[in-house]
């Protein structure tokens, strides 16, 4: 065991020795190719003109030989470049004495020497000026709210501020907050700039108890999905469909766009209806009832939450049954697509919707309970239709009663006899 982590030491010393001393060598690779260059060059100072002639000529046709024997290309590192940059001009008749490379090679080389030259001496040597947190900031608040809005626009807001900026300043901030490739504003931002100005209309088909289809007609708002219209028929006519569009828009109350599908209960009177109310009709293309979202969810839920519990008798049963139901929909049923609210219940201030809660139910009638004195104590009283219960007020000492019990009503009132 000794000799094996004893040989392994060894072999990883040896190894790293070996990576070192690599290393070492070709960070004086550059030096000992400019030592030895001076070297010689010193020598050939002091040499007969005649051993230069005849050493110039050997060197020449190794070099022929090489060129006819069509080798791989030599690897150039950048001081060999640099060194032959530096020869040729010194040498007029470079191009003659040039072989490992063309004379084209060597003049973009001089050229890229040039180039770093004078990029090196044109850098900024001060710290560039980094833009303030409040501006990256309104930066980005700009190009989030305003998805149709470039880099050359929101520079030109900024300076409206007084605060210059370059456009390749503001497309680095931007790229953050706006996804690559995304043009446009997507069909959920669409929704959300006219869901006030949207209303969807549809059909839901039931039969009653003896077998028989019954119609009922909807039409709900995309805003707060209120239902803002509800009649049942049995045979669904144009002229009927028409005339409920002109029910539910009473007194110029109509949307801007009306979303239906491709039943044929939607005719020309109703287009006419729609045409004199300045509503633009928006029927979806077929088999695709997800492009009426809300309305199928709608009715989904009303199928679930009441027609599947409830045996329909006929047209005017149906007829109470929606009308309640619709009444609890729009007036005490919260809605996740609103964030939890109710639809009806609205208040408008400062270009925002605010949501109240419903007023509380009345409360019931005083039930007459004979019980024991000791028992009469308070209760607290029953909470509203899911709402916030309220708290019994402060207890009252009243005259002791021996036919009457607590009274359970909103206030939560109670006798209790004296002490």
């Known amino acids: 065991m000794l000799n094996r982590l004893t040989e392994a030491v060894t072999t990883a ?45 050997l060197l020449r046709q190794q070099i022929l030989v090489l060129r006819r024997a069509a080798p791989p290309r030599p690897r150039l590192h950048p001081e060999d470049r640099l060194i032959l940059v530096l020869l040729a001009r010194l040498n007029t008749a470079w191009r003659d004495a040039i072989h490992l490379v063309t004379p084209d090679t060597l003049l973009r080389w001089h050229s890229d020497l040039f180039t770093l030259l004078w990029r090196h001496r044109s850098r900024r040597w001060e710290a560039p000026r980094r833009l303030g947190v409040a501006v990256i900031d309104l930066i980005q608040a700009m190009a989030t709210a305003n998805g149709l809005w470039g880099a050359e626009r929101i520079r030109g807001e900024l300076l409206k501020l007084g605060i210059r900026v370059s456009k390749r300043t503001v497309q680095r901030y931007m790229r953050s907050v706006r996804p690559r490739g995304q043009q446009g ?84 009177d109703f287009a ?66 609103i964030g939890q609210r109710i639809p009806n219940q609205r208040q408008r201030g400062r270009g925002l919707i605010r949501f109240t809660r419903l007023p509380p139910r009345p409360a019931p009638p005083a039930r ?15 909470a509203d239709e899911y709402g916030s219960s309220r708290s019994p007020p402060a207890r009252r000492r009243s005259a002791p009663s021996q036919t009457s019990g607590p009274d359970y009503r909103g206030s939560a009132r109670s006798a209790a006899p004296d002490r």
């Open 185 to 268: 504003q997507t069909w959920g931002t669409f929704l959300r700039n006219h869901t006030h100005e949207i209303w969807a209309c549809d059909f839901l088909q039931l039969y009653d108890a003896w077998f028989r289809p019954i119609y009922a007609f909807f039409i709900v708002t995309h805003g707060n999905r209120e239902v803002v219209h509800v009649n049942v028929t049995r045979s669904p006519t144009d002229a009927w469909v028409a005339q409920q569009l002109r029910e539910a828009t009473p007194y110029d109350r109509a949307p801007r766009f009306l979303i239906r599908d491709n039943d044929g209960k939607f005719g020309r």
């Open 272 to 337: 006419a209806a729609a045409t004199s109310a300045n509503i633009d009709v928006v029927p979806i293309p077929p088999r695709s009832p997800n492009l009426n979202a809300i309305c199928e969810r709608f009715l989904g839920g009303l199928r679930r939450e009441c027609l599947d519990h409830v045996l329909i008798l006929g047209e005017d049963h149906l007829r109470r049954v929606l009308a309640e139901w619709v009444g609890h929909f729009n007036g005490g049923r919260p809605h996740p697509g």
């Open 368 to 382: 007459s309970v004979a019980r024991p004195a000791g028992r009469n104590r308070a209760r607290p009283s029953r």
């Open 13 to 57: 010393v040896r190894r790293r020795s070996h990576e070192c001393g690599r290393t070492i060598k070709n960070m004086l690779r550059p030096v000992r190719t400019a030592a030895a260059l001076v070297g010689a060059v010193s020598i050939d100072a002091v040499r007969p003109r005649s051993e230069l002639v005849a050493e110039n000529a």
